[in-house]
């Protein structure tokens, strides 16, 4: 055991010329909060769906726990113990809020989950098991009493807590969040906020993209800017917020808005 859960090294990803992730290294500890920050477009998403095995890198290497990664498929990078959310919330809708959850436990590899959804209420012991673990789960996130509501019917926070939910049930050993607080109120982001850090003290070593700084300061152990697809400045949340190059990213932001 290394200390280092995931390794990026030379990473680099072009889509038809331009380049939305350029030569990128870093390292994410075991038990950390890590985040990515950066300007829009800057290749936050991008970096996270080659680390998921979404999107093949153009060059570079992936390492998780030191087995590389970055030739395997999405399945095989999920039953290694990567999990993830996404930028723009993917939930089933017209599935219950359970079956949800329990559809994350598959992407992991467990045994038994497609057949307990399509058997609807006659499980079998090990299908009840599943759907147990998945009810503990939604407790933990004070979302049981919706457990069999369609998901469709949860409001924008409770769908994105769910998915968060989702992420976990197949006992993840990384969680990237990619802006686990867009879209929310202050308060709700809070909500969120305290979520990721109470995992975080059971264990868990997050990867969190978000463009709520109240959140990132708060939160992060380590900081990594990027912008243009470039690492601009690492470090602390005091680090990162005095480096000269991040203010500008930021400003040169604003002044385009
Ligand atoms: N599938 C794709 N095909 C072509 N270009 C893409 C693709 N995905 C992303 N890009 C481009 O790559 C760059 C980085 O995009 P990315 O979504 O990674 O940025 P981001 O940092 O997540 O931004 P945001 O904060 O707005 O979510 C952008 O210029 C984007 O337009
Ligand atoms: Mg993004």
């Given amino acids: 055991m290394s200390g280092k859960l995931l390794r990026v090294e030379a990473l680099n990803c072009y889509f038809f010329g331009l380049r939305a992730v350029a030569d990128l290294s870093f390292e994410v500890k075991t038990g950390e909060i890590k985040a990515v920050i950066g300007p829009n477009g800057a290749g936050k998403s991008t970096l996270f769906n080659m680390i998921a095995g979404v999107t093949r890198p153009t060059s570079g290497t992936i390492w998780l726990d030191d087995e590389r990664i970055d030739g395997m498929p999405t399945h095989q990078r999920a039953e290694r113990g990567i999990a993830r959310t996404f930028q723009n919330l993917q939930i089933f809708r017209e599935m219950t809020v359970l079956e949800n959850v329990m559809v994350g436990r598959h992407l992991r590899g467990k045994a038994g989950v497609l057949s307990a959804l ?140």
Wanted: hydrophobic share 45%; net charge negative.
């Fill in 118 to 257: 399509l058997h609807g209420p006659t499980l079998r012991a090990d299908e009840r098991a599943l759907a147990d673990a998945a009810m503990a789960q939604l407790e933990r996130f004070d979302l049981a009493g919706k457990a069999h509501m369609l998901a469709g019917s949860l409001s924008f926070g409770q769908m994105k807590v769910l998915e968060l939910a989702r992420a976990l049930a197949g006992e993840p050993r990384l969680l990237l969040l990619d802006e686990p607080a867009a879209g929310l109120p202050q308060a709700e982001a809070e909500h969120v906020g305290e979520i990721i850090s109470s995992l975080n003290r059971d264990g868990m070593t997050v990867l969190l993209v978000e463009h709520n700084m109240r959140m990132v300061m708060s939160l992060s152990h380590d900081i990594l800017v990027l912008n243009n697809g470039m690492r601009i400045a690492e470090g602390t949340a005091d680090e990162v917020r005095r480096h000269p190059d991040v203010l500008s990213a930021y400003l040169g932001e604003s002044e385009d808005a």
